[in-house]
């Protein structure tokens, strides 16, 4: 299909972008197995977890921290991960973890942190809008849809037997993540931190989630990169019921910006999914330009009136099912390109008789 490829859900290959291998190459090899960790840089481990997704692992690491280790990111909370943290922790990872760093608060990057902070008395690292909008969403889990919230999907378009499911699995976060630790230590952008001998400056990204942190050491020119950067994935940027006019996109665009500026292009990319690569600004020009290209075809096909359900085939190559997941997904990539065009002026909405907006060109 001509048209394809904004990205549809974290993890899913464009395989369809020709350009994704272009300009990066991987040498770091393949992934260790789980249970196992990979040094990838001089006391710098590589750990792969497991996750029950279509996107089914992610990359953890374990830094070199005097006697012990810092950990960043922790994986999803399920027993598997469980059995895979403790076979490490037998084995090449012998001695305390001093401290958890989480790069954001989706369910696989900080599901374990409760779980890792509680087991060795040590902190949680983290930046404060994660830590507080984790623990929001968590407090979600047991309580009812809320109206707001419904409302945001009808006003999409959305049918009311979609809208039922949504309501019947409304909650979902707080079970994929161990019960959150009530105090943490907050990362602030441009920051550093000695870690063992490397100094790593954090750089906050936006747009995936609200103030994303990157490791970064100029000195080694390493970045663990999180869910900022990724070779063949592009992260989901999605606007949520909580903040229905917010501008990811526009976060996002600008932190590719930020991280072109700030970052050195020889530096080797230790991202949360796939494989380790070097060739960061050329994946970072990738992504903006698959943006754009996105932008593209949603200001052509907003030459008539269009709900959010009516713009998924000018964004999506895969058709949209009534499959409540993706249609989320779907939903909230639609309304982040959609509120970009809006707070830049030029698409307006406009309520119709039937409950939804309308969205059109200026
Ligand atoms: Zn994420």
């Given at each position: 299909?001509?048209?394809?490829?904004?990205?549809?859900?974290?993890?899913?290959?464009?395989?369809?972008?020709?350009?994704?291998?272009?300009?990066?190459?991987?040498?770091?090899?393949?992934?260790?197995?789980?249970?196992?960790?990979?040094?990838?840089?001089?006391?710098v481990y590589w750990i792969r977890m497991p996750l029950p997704?279509?996107?089914?692992?992610?990359?953890?690491?374990?830094?070199?921290?005097?006697?012990?280790?810092?950990?960043?990111?922790?994986?999803?909370?399920?027993?598997?991960?469980?059995?895979?943290?403790?076979?490490?922790?037998?084995?090449?990872?012998?001695?305390?973890?001093?401290?958890?760093?989480?790069?954001?608060?989706?369910?696989?990057?900080?599901?374990?942190?409760?779980?890792?902070?509680?087991?060795?008395?040590?902190?949680?690292?983290?930046?404060?809008?994660?830590?507080?909008?984790?623990?929001?969403?968590?407090?979600?889990?047991?309580?009812e849809a809320p109206e707001d919230a419904i409302?945001?999907?009808?006003?999409?378009?959305?049918?009311?037997?979609?809208?039922?499911?949504?309501?019947?699995?409304?909650?979902?976060?707080?079970?994929?993540?161990?019960?959150?630790?009530?105090?943490?230590?907050?990362?602030?952008?441009?920051?550093?931190?000695?870690?063992?001998?490397?100094?790593?400056?954090?750089?906050?990204?936006?747009?995936?989630?609200?103030?994303h942190a990157c490791l970064y050491s100029p000195e080694r020119q390493l970045l663990i990169s999180g869910d900022q950067v990724i070779a063949g994935i592009s992260s989901n940027v999605s606007v949520f019921p909580t903040e229905p006019e917010a501008d990811p996109l526009g976060d996002w665009l600008d932190s590719i910006d930020k991280l072109q500026q700030q970052l050195h292009d020889d530096v080797l990319v230790l991202p949360a999914h796939n494989r380790l690569f070097h060739g960061l600004h050329a994946r970072l020009a990738q992504l903006r330009r698959s943006h754009h290209e996105s932008l593209d075809r949603l200001r052509a096909a907003l030459h008539e009136p269009k709900r959010v359900v009516d713009v998924f085939p000018a964004l999506f190559a895969r058709p949209i099912t009534s499959d409540q997941m993706l249609m989320s997904l779907a939903t909230g990539e639609s309304l982040a390109h959609l509120n970009y065009l809006v707070a830049r002026g030029e698409v307006q909405s406009n309520p119709g008789g039937d409950g939804c907006l309308w969205y059109h060109r200026q």
């Open positions: 299909m001509a048209h394809n490829h904004s990205p549809l859900i974290k993890g899913r290959k464009q395989s369809m972008d020709k350009h994704d291998a272009q300009g990066l190459d991987f040498p770091c090899g393949e992934a260790p197995a789980s249970g196992e960790a990979k040094e990838v840089a001089d006391g997704f279509s996107l089914n692992h992610i990359n953890l690491w374990a830094l070199r921290d005097g006697d012990g280790w810092t950990l960043v990111d922790t994986g999803i909370w399920s027993t598997v991960t469980v059995d895979a943290w403790r076979t490490l922790f037998a084995g090449t990872l012998a001695g305390p973890v001093k401290r958890v760093i989480v790069t954001h608060m989706h369910p696989d990057h900080i599901g374990m942190a409760g779980w890792l902070t509680r087991k060795f008395g040590c902190r949680l690292w983290i930046s404060r809008l994660e830590y507080l909008t984790c623990r929001a969403l968590a407090a979600d889990t047991g309580r409302q945001f999907y009808r006003r999409a378009g959305w049918t009311e037997d979609a809208i039922e499911t949504y309501r019947a699995r409304f909650g979902g976060f707080g079970k994929m993540i161990y019960a959150m630790p009530d105090s943490f230590r907050r990362l602030t952008d441009g920051e550093s931190i000695r870690i063992g001998s490397i100094d790593w400056r954090v750089v906050v990204g936006r747009g995936h989630s609200p103030e």
